[in-house]
Structure formats: structure tokens, C-alpha cells
């Protein structure tokens, strides 16, 4: 059952305006989910990222609309995993930077796994908290340092210790639960 | 490509969950590209994962740096941020820059508009099949475009009070490098100049015609695939009109169109240059 966030027109109107230059009807859709894709974009590369993120997001909304198909998923979810591949790709670049920096010098120690995944766990809504605690630890640890610290599935592995294959497969369960754990909570569609 | 589509095993679901959290390296991340080409049954659990991860994070509303640098690189600045209602003005605020956007409505010039105008919207709702819901929609978004009096204006008009604006275009055209195009009609002849310093942008409209009751001048970016408006100029032929003009713009266009303003530029352009990078 889909869940209407909004009055008035749905997404896809608000879309469809967009394709005949509607400035409104953008200014409508950045009003509706320009929060949710900064704040993921903050979260993984840092707000001073984050503005160059969420402009070419609904940038390229604005110049490319078709690229929005509503048969595959809603437009909120479109526009945070686009926002999501940039904002990855941002913070994946400046790691490797950091990585090299901290190899010419002897640099500080990166935070452990533990330490990371709590802070990643302050930057979620209430609801996002009680269905992540519903996780299994190894679960919630592969989505919080993926998701929100936007480390890759090697990356993770190396974290916690374990095989990537493991880290994958923590992903998928943990997704797949997490959705079980959000329909309880009544947040998502 | 195709591959033929096989059994459930054969789907990467592991994969597919981590291509969802943007967690795969690039090699494993195209497969699963490759994957989804041809499998809607993944690109199904893709959108279903997809829509669980943005009700995790909490939204907060993003800084008004943001929507300014949205409108300058969509051609519309001026509109207000949805989020804080405020209007984005072309010009370093002075108390002699301008009318007030309702006194300049007042006086039936149409120097104040709404920058791509709610045509374009009035448009798709003729073709969409639910009118009612839109008529809805423009009068949200008008209500919307109205928080803080400011109606997505991009230009602040001078026809009353014209001695600033009009200094500051003075001083600038006076600077080095000050001219950034020159408009030229259809005959060649020099109709408009663009000018800017650390003010702001000004356009001078230096040899049009005044324009009839009901019509005026709006300005357009015609660099692009297609004109996107960047706001009225009034029915003064001779007028000075400050605006911001984003660093993404290359060709600026003047046409004649009603007050309101049009969303495709309708009858041709009255003048056209290029913007000096």
C-alpha cells in the first residue's frame, strides 16, 4: 500500500511538468525530497560535497527528466540513490587521498568499525533506529559502514574481519529485514 | 548483449543488495549493470531495496546555498527556496534598487513576473487527464511561490527609480572588461548591452521599441538544447534591469511575449549575443 506523503499532485505530474520546463514544478519536488537527498549526500561526503551533490542531482533532473522511470520506483528513492552513487564516489576519491597522505606521513589511526557504525547510527530517524536495532549485529554493521559510511563490501570485510562474500551477504539479509522492520513501524511504502 | 534469463541461483541477489548501498567495486558493479539490462525480475528487488534505504537517514533541510546554485545552473535565478521561502536577489540589497514587487504589479508593468510563468504548468494540465488536481497543484504552487512576497522574480526592475541601478550600469560599463555581450537584431544593430562588476549584472536595453500594454521583454539563455527563460524585462524599450547571470550562460536572447511571460520564446528573437567566459 502506498503511503501519500504529499497533497496535491503526485510525483509523476510534478515530473511531467518538469519536462515541459516547469521551474515550479521543480522548486515543488525539491521542497518534497531536496532534505532527504542532502542529507544522505552530507552524511557520506560532507556537506561542503554535498552542495555540488544535490546540484547535480536536480541538475540533472532538470535537463534529463526522462531518465526518471516511475515503473522502477518512486522518485524519492530515485533521486537519494543517485545523490548516494555521487556522494560514494566523492568520498571513495578523497579516502584514497587520505590513504596516501597517511602513507607519506605516519598519520592517526582511522576510527575502529565499532566507533564508525555508532556515529553512522546518530544520523538516523527514529523509526530507521528501532528497525536497524532489529538487525543482527553482523547485519547492522555491513548496512550502516555501506549505507551511511560509504564503504565498499571489501572495505567493510577488511573492517570487521570477515570475508566480503560474508559482507555481501549481510547486505542482502539486512535489507531484506530492515524492509520487514520498517513496514512494522509503518514508514515505508 | 542478452543473456537468457535463468534460474533464481542465477540472479546475483548478493551482489544486487550491495550494488543498492553503491558498496561494489567498479568490475562487480558493471556486471551487475550487465544483469540488470536484461533481468526485470532484479531490476524489481533493486527498486524494492531502494525504496527501504531513504527511510533510514532523517532529512533535513538543506542549506539556501544549495537551491541558489540549483536556479543559476537551471537559468532561473531569483526563484525562491522552497525551503526557506527566500527569493535569491539579483542585486546587493539597496533600499533605491527597485519598486516593490506588488508596487510594480500595481502599475500594470510587467517588470515582476514569474520567471518560467505557470503556463508551462497550465500546458501539461491540458494534456494530463486530471484537471481538477491540477488546478490544485497551480494554486499550491503559487501559494508556495508566495511565502515571503517574493513571486520567483529573476529581475528587479528600475522604470520608476532608476538612478541607482542606473549609476551602478554607468560605472560598470565605464570598468575595463565591464561589457559581458552586446544584443544585436536582426539588422546588426547593437540594441542591448550586458554589464557587470561586483554588483551584480545589469542589461542595458539601449534602442528597442516601447512595447504596447499587455507586452514585454523577457530575457532567455539560448546556449543550451533549448531557451530557458531567465525573467522579464518590462515594456521599456530604453530601461536598465539588473539580474544574476550564471557563469553557465553563453547566449542570451530577448523576444517580445505577454506579461506573464512565455515558456518556449513564441514570434522569434528581438535581439541575440554571446556572453563573454
Known amino acids: 500500500m502506498v503511503r501519500r506523503e504529499h497533497d496535491g499532485p503526485g510525483d509523476d505530474v510534478l515530473v511531467a511538468a518538469v519536462v515541459e520546463r516547469s521551474h515550479e514544478a521543480l522548486a515543488e519536488i525539491y521542497r518534497r525530497h531536496g532534505g532527504a537527498v542532502w542529507s544522505i549526500a552530507k552524511q557520506v561526503c560532507g556537506a561542503e560535497h554535498a552542495e555540488e551533490v544535490c546540484q547535480a542531482v536536480f541538475t540533472e533532473l532538470w535537463s534529463q527528466p526522462e531518465r526518471f522511470d516511475p515503473a522502477e520506483g518512486g522518485l524519492r528513492s530515485w533521486l537519494v540513490a543517485r545523490a548516494h552513487g555521487r556522494a560514494v564516489h566523492i568520498a571513495r576519491s578523497h579516502e584514497t587521498h587520505r590513504h596516501q597522505d597517511r602513507d607519506a606521513q605516519t598519520a592517526r589511526t582511522p576510527p575502529s568499525a565499532e566507533v564508525e557504525v555508532a556515529g553512522h547510527a546518530r544520523a538516523l530517524t527514529e523509526a530507521g533506529r528501532r528497525a536497524i536495532d532489529k538487525l543482527a549485529t553482523a547485519e547492522r554493521e555491513a548496512i550502516l559502514l555501506a549505507y551511511l559510511g560509504g564503504h565498499s563490501s571489501a572495505e567493510i570485510a577488511r573492517l570487521l574481519g570477515t570475508l566480503e562474500s560474508t559482507v555481501k551477504s549481510n547486505i542482502r539479509s539486512g535489507l531484506m529485514n530492515l524492509r520487514r522492520a520498517l513496514e512494522v513501524e509503518g514508514v515505508t511504502t | ?277
Request: proline share 9%; hydrophobic share 40%; charged share 20%.
Open chain 2, 1 to 277: 548483449m542478452t543473456h537468457p534469463v535463468g534460474p533464481v541461483s542465477d540472479h546475483p541477489l548478493d551482489d544486487l543488495a550491495a550494488y543498492a548501498v553503491d558498496a561494489l567495486e567498479p568490475a562487480a558493479q558493471q556486471a551487475v549493470d550487465d544483469h540488470l539490462a536484461q533481468c526485470a525480475a532484479c531490476r524489481a528487488e533493486l527498486a524494492r531495496h531502494r525504496e527501504t534505504l531513504p527511510t533510514l537517514a532523517s532529512a533535513e533541510a538543506p542549506p539556501s546555498e544549495v537551491w541558489q546554485r540549483i536556479t543559476a545552473a537551471i537559468g532561473a535565478p531569483g526563484l525562491p527556496d522552497p525551503h526557506t521561502g527566500a527569493s535569491d536577489k539579483a542585486v546587493p540589497d539597496r533600499p533605491t534598487t527597485g519598486p516593490p514587487a506588488d508596487e510594480a504589479g500595481q502599475n500594470g508593468d510587467a517588470s515582476v513576473a514569474p520567471v518560467s510563468s505557470l503556463a508551462g504548468a497550465e500546458r501539461a494540465r491540458a494534456r494530463r487527464p486530471s484537471p481538477l488536481r491540477w488546478a490544485a497543484a497551480v494554486a499550491g504552487l503559487v501559494a508556495a511561490a508566495s511565502v515571503g512576497g517574493a513571486v520567483g522574480f529573476a529581475l528587479a526592475n528600475s522604470s520608476a527609480e532608476t538612478s541607482d541601478i542606473g549609476s551602478l550600469a554607468q560605472q560598470a560599463l565605464e570598468e575595463p572588461d565591464g561589457v559581458l555581450a552586446t544584443l544585436a537584431d536582426s539588422e546588426g544593430q547593437s540594441v542591448a548591452r550586458v554589464v557587470a562588476d561586483d554588483d551584480g549584472a545589469f542589461m542595458l536595453l539601449e534602442a528597442l521599441q516601447d512595447l504596447p500594454e499587455g507586452r514585454a521583454y523577457q530575457l532567455w539563455s539560448v546556449g543550451g538544447p533549448e531557451p530557458v527563460s531567465l525573467g522579464m524585462l518590462g515594456r521599456d524599450g530604453t530601461n536598465t534591469v539588473a539580474f544574476r547571470l550564471p557563469p553557465t550562460i553563453t547566449e542570451l536572447a530577448i523576444s517580445v511575449a505577454p506579461t506573464s511571460g512565455d515558456t518556449t520564446p513564441s514570434g522569434g528573437f528581438q535581439a541575440s549575443g554571446g556572453v563573454l567566459q
